[in-house]
């Protein structure tokens, strides 16, 4: 079984550039987080979806960050235009049964840099 | 919120010796408090959790110690060896009902080096 997919792996652009980072989650887990993962420190939890809905964006920047998951299984997270203190390594996480005490799968990661 | 501190930042054993990383936590709600391994590069991965209702866990080489009174889980890895060096996150989540239901809050991370 295929793990929690994300792409690109890597991105680098400019400041004031937007970027778009893509997740698959593994097949039929129905919650789907977004982290912000900077050098040295834990994850931060940026949006949470059960199926299509997002159930916790408090932490997600909504002037620069958007986030979708239109049909309940791949998601988007978007920033526009970027800032150098949003490079970081941006984690996607999935999980079965809603928001219980189920393990959360997490994906590899996309590292962005912000020039 | 929750806020999870976790200590040391940094861990240096001879292999074969044992490791300690211990998290306090302050939601007095969190009830889930797992532990993820996360090797340079990589994904973290989980290697052990523990729920409220449990003192102790353990899982051949790793356990994991949970102190609900005094809110602190510590994480116990015997006979360590080179592949184990990583940086370990504690995190906890709390129960459901409360604003922060199902978020996973994360310590700041351990960054274990087991030498030969």
């Known amino acids: 079984e295929a793990g929690v997919v994300q792409s690109p792996r890597y991105k680098i652009i400019e400041k004031k550039q937007p970027v778009a980072f893509w997740c698959n989650p593994i097949?039929?887990?129905?919650?789907l987080y977004w982290y912000l993962q900077n050098l040295g420190q834990g994850p931060e939890l940026l949006i949470r979806?059960?199926?299509?809905?997002?159930?916790?964006d408090s932490q997600l920047p909504k002037d620069r960050f958007s986030a979708e998951r239109l049909k309940g299984v791949d998601s988007t997270l978007k920033i526009q235009p970027a800032e150098l203190g949003d490079s970081a390594v941006y984690l996607c996480?999935?999980?079965?049964?809603?928001?219980?005490?189920?393990?959360?799968?997490f994906g590899p990661g996309t590292r962005l840099t912000v020039l | 919120g929750e806020n999870v501190e976790q200590h040391p930042s940094t861990l240096s054993v001879q292999e074969g010796d044992s490791a300690v990383i211990k998290c306090t936590y302050s939601?007095?709600?969190?009830?889930?408090f797992p532990w993820y391994k996360q090797e340079l590069g990589k994904r973290p991965q989980l290697i052990i959790d523990?729920?409220?209702?449990?003192g102790e866990k353990k899982d051949q080489r790793i356990a994991v110690t949970l102190n609900k009174t005094a809110k602190h889980f510590s994480l116990h890895i015997t006979e360590t060896q080179p592949e184990d060096s990583a940086v370990y996150f504690c995190?906890?989540?709390?129960?459901?009902?409360?604003?922060?239901?199902?978020?996973?809050?994360f310590g700041q991370g351990t960054i274990l080096t087991v030498h030969p």
């Open positions: 996480a999935s999980s079965t049964g809603g928001a219980s005490m189920n393990e959360q799968f």
């Open positions: 097949s039929g887990h129905n919650t």
């Open positions: 979806y059960e199926n299509e809905e997002a159930v916790d």
């Open positions: 939601d007095s709600a969190s009830n889930y």
């Open positions: 523990i729920r409220s209702n449990v």
């Open positions: 995190a906890a989540k709390p129960l459901p009902g409360g604003t922060s239901y199902g978020k996973l809050t």
